[in-house]
């Protein structure tokens, strides 16, 4: 049998599925999904940041970063202002509500991704890192 052309991008697509809807079900009791639970643990590792910033860390388009911003302010579990120092600039944090769920994100994406991996050695794990750095890198220097 010939092999399809897009095997591996195939692949790929029905693992970030399968992540995806696993993550939705484990976060649940949190009311984050994989869409957005990304945004509390990077703002959790700091008092506050500008949304470019954001914008930058986590790679999306910034009207979607803005979409799933409006969802945490709606949740109370992020506020935006503007920034002091830039008043064209916003600067966003967790509410007190937003930090108390850092813990509980931070051991649910933790358990899933060991659990996902469970079937890799430490060597392939870290092999596996690099082939996804070699591959996010090619992709960022591509032009389709």
């Known amino acids: 049998m010939p092999k399809e052309p897009d095997e591996l991008i195939a692949r790929v697509n029905i693992l970030s ?3 995806q809807h696993d993550l939705d079900a484990a976060l649940a009791p949190t009311t984050l999904n994989a869409s957005n639970y990304y945004f509390i643990l990077k ?3 700091v008092d506050e940041m ?3 910033t954001l914008f930058k860390m986590i790679h999306l388009n910034p009207s979607n970063v803005t979409r799933r911003l409006a969802q945490l302010i709606a ?3 992020v506020v935006k202002r503007r920034s002091d120092e830039d008043k064209r600039a916003w600067v966003i944090s967790l509410t007190p509500k937003g930090r108390r769920l850092v813990p509980m994100v931070r ?3 933790t358990d899933y991704e060991a ?5 890799l050695s430490a060597a392939e794990k870290v092999a596996f890192k690099r082939m996804l750095d070699v591959l996010n890198k090619t992709e ?3 032009e389709l």
């Open 107 to 109: 051991r649910i994406v």
């Open 140 to 142: 960022k220097g591509s």
């Open 43 to 45: 703002l959790g590792t």
């Open 50 to 52: 500008s949304q470019e």
């Open 75 to 77: 949740l109370g579990f």
């Open 115 to 119: 659990t996902l991996t469970t079937g």
């Open 17 to 19: 599925r399968t992540i």
